[in-house]
Every structure is written in structure tokens, then in C-alpha cells.
């Protein structure tokens, strides 16, 4: 706390807390969306999947993976099933 203002990582009590990531590598992507690294860079080149390339590596936004994701879920509503399948 500075100047009486709490930075933006501390709670009311000043205890720090970790910051939300929000770029993931190819790797890391590929663990959050079950996938391997090969299916992740076959998503890449096949334009399914958005992404950011820095050089020779790839970033992944966790909003653009959850929007991926969520395109895939079909909800049975009558029987209380999920499901994942393309739409």
C-alpha cells in the first residue's frame, strides 16, 4: 500500500493475491484444452483456434480457448446432459 491506495493484486487486507494469465504457451494451451501439442498446432494451422505469434512462438488467450470451447458444448436441457460436440 502506497499513499494509502491498495495496488491491484492485494485484497482489502493487503495480502497479495496471485494475477489471473492470460496468455498461454503451446504447451500450456494444450494441457488446458486436453489436447497434445501436435493437436494444438494442428488446431493453429487449420485456422480453428485463434492465436498470437511472437517470433517463432505461439500465445494463446484464455478468453479465445474458452470462446473454442464453449463452440463445442451442446446442453441436453431435457435430460440434464452435457455433452461436447461440434456445432
Known sequence: ???GHRSAS???HGISEPMQKRLYTLPEAAHYLGQTVW???QLVWS???PY???GRKYFF???DMDK???SWIIS???IGLHCILPR
Do not use: A
Open 68 to 70: 473454442f470451447i464453449d
Open 61 to 63: 488467450d484464455v478468453h
Open 47 to 49: 485456422g480453428k483456434i
Open 1 to 3: 500500500m502506497k499513499n
Open 39 to 41: 493437436g494444438m498446432r
Open 52 to 54: 498470437i505469434q511472437y
Open 10 to 12: 492485494s485484497n482489502l
Open 76 to 78: 441436453f436441457v431435457k
